[in-house]
Nanobody, 119 residues
Framework: QVHLVESGGGLVQAGGSLRLSCAASREIFSISTMGWYRQAPGQQRELVAT???????NYADSVKGRFTISRDKAVNTVYLQMNSLKPEDTAVYYCNAVGRFVGRSWDYWGQGTQVAVSS
C-alpha cells in the first residue's frame, strides 16, 4: 500500500529553483503533519520543513527565506518550492506524513527524490 509518492527532483544550477511534490493517500493527508526531509551522502537525514493540517509551518534555519512548504487538500499534495538553490542543498529529499487518529498512528516516508545543485 503506497501512501506517499514524490516527484520534481532534478539537476539545477546554483541560484535556480525546483518544486517538489508529494501526493499522499486521501485517508491520511487531511489529518497528517506533512514534512520534507533531506539526506546528503554521508550525512544524517535532516528536517527541511513541516506543515501541520492547520497550515502552521516550520523551517530549518538553513532554508528559511528560500524554501516554501505548502499543501493543497483538493489534490492531497504537499509541495516544497525551493528558490535560490545552493550546492549544499544537494541531497535526496524525502516526504513524510505523521499523525494519529482514534487510537491509530502513522509515520510514513516516500521513496525519495534526488536534488542536485551544481555550482
Amino acid at each position: 500500500q503506497v501512501h506517499l509518492v514524490e516527484s520534481g527532483g532534478g539537476l539545477v544550477q546554483a541560484g535556480g529553483s525546483l518544486r517538489l511534490s508529494c501526493a499522499a493517500s486521501r485517508e491520511i493527508f487531511s489529518i497528517s503533519t506533512m514534512g520534507w526531509y533531506r539526506q546528503a551522502p554521508g550525512q544524517q537525514r535532516e528536517l527541511v520543513a513541516t506543515i501541520t493540517s492547520g497550515g502552521v509551518t516550520n523551517y530549518a534555519d538553513s532554508v528559511k527565506g528560500r524554501f516554501t512548504i505548502s499543501r493543497d487538500k483538493a489534490v492531497n499534495t504537499v509541495y516544497l518550492q525551493m528558490n535560490s538553490l545552493k550546492p549544499e542543498d544537494t541531497a535526496v529529499y524525502y516526504c513524510n506524513a505523521v499523525g494519529r487518529f482514534v487510537g491509530r498512528s502513522w509515520d510514513y516516508w516516500g521513496q525519495g527524490t534526488q536534488v542536485a545543485v551544481s555550482s
